[in-house]
């Protein structure tokens, strides 16, 4: 069965480098999304991506981020100036084009210290 | 506003015990709702999913869901917990433009013997 993959599955970091999280989403999926989770709460919704462009982004998603489909296969999601508060769990997804069902990648764990 | 309510935020059951996690919505429109488990440190698994259709949906691992319009509520329900139902469980409502998931807040579920 298809799945979406992710790299690294962990990533710890300085404060203030930036950071690039890799996805690569089912291959036949057209919408691509970017979710975090901070240790303990629930996952909040960053950004969603469809046609090389966003299509709909949070309050979480401000300057600091910023997403790119670099090639065919890939989903990337940069973090620009990492804070401490930028530790989370990310989590990518990407949907399917009839359904619209999410299906959700096994995270990057990332650490800013 | 689309949210999700998942009014538990902890609940302790013994195995072998019936169990029912608890989720309201707000959508205007008819929603996709879904039910994810997370292991600890682990990503989200999806349980069950409600499109249209039978309000009765049946998942892995035993679970089974009942979509409410009139309640707006999709609770989650298992007739026998097992030790190794004792995890995150996360609700989540999905807009039918596919573009979006809202998570609730989880419910924490702890299986004692």
């Known amino acids: 069965e298809p799945e979406v993959t992710q790299t690294p599955s962990h990533q710890v970091t300085q404060m203030g480098q930036e950071v690039i999280l890799r996805c690569v989403p089912i291959?036949?999926?057209?919408?691509f999304y970017w979710y975090r989770q901070i240790l303990g709460q629930k996952v909040e919704f960053l950004v969603s991506?469809?046609?090389?462009?966003?299509?709909?982004k949070s309050e979480i998603f401000d300057d600091q981020f910023s997403v790119e489909r670099p090639d065919g296969s890939n989903f990337t999601l940069k973090i620009r100036s990492t804070k401490l508060e930028d530790s989370a769990m990310y989590f990518c997804?990407?949907?399917?084009?009839?359904?619209?069902?999410?299906?959700f990648g096994p995270g990057t764990r990332l650490t800013v210290t | 506003a689309q949210s999700v309510t998942q009014p538990d935020i902890h609940i302790t059951v013994s195995e072998g015990a019936s169990l029912e996690l608890r989720c309201n919505y707000s959508?205007?429109?008819?929603?996709?709702l879904f039910w994810y488990v997370q292991s600890p440190g682990q990503g989200l698994q999806l349980l069950l999913k409600?499109?249209?259709?039978?309000?009765l949906v049946q998942g892995i691992k035993g679970f089974e869901a009942e979509f409410k319009r009139s309640q707006s509520s999709f609770n989650l329900r298992k007739p026998s917990v097992h030790w190794s139902d004792a995890a995150e469980y996360f609700c989540?409502?999905?807009?039918?433009?596919?573009?979006?998931?809202?998570f609730g807040t989880g419910t924490s579920l702890t299986v004692i013997p």
């Open positions: 997804a990407s949907s399917d084009p009839i359904t619209g069902e999410q299906y």
């Open positions: 291959s036949n999926h057209l919408y």
């Open positions: 991506f469809y046609n090389n462009e966003i299509s709909e």
């Open positions: 959508y205007g429109a008819t929603p996709y």
């Open positions: 409600y499109f249209s259709g039978d309000t």
């Open positions: 989540a409502v999905g807009t039918n433009t596919g573009n979006q998931f809202y």
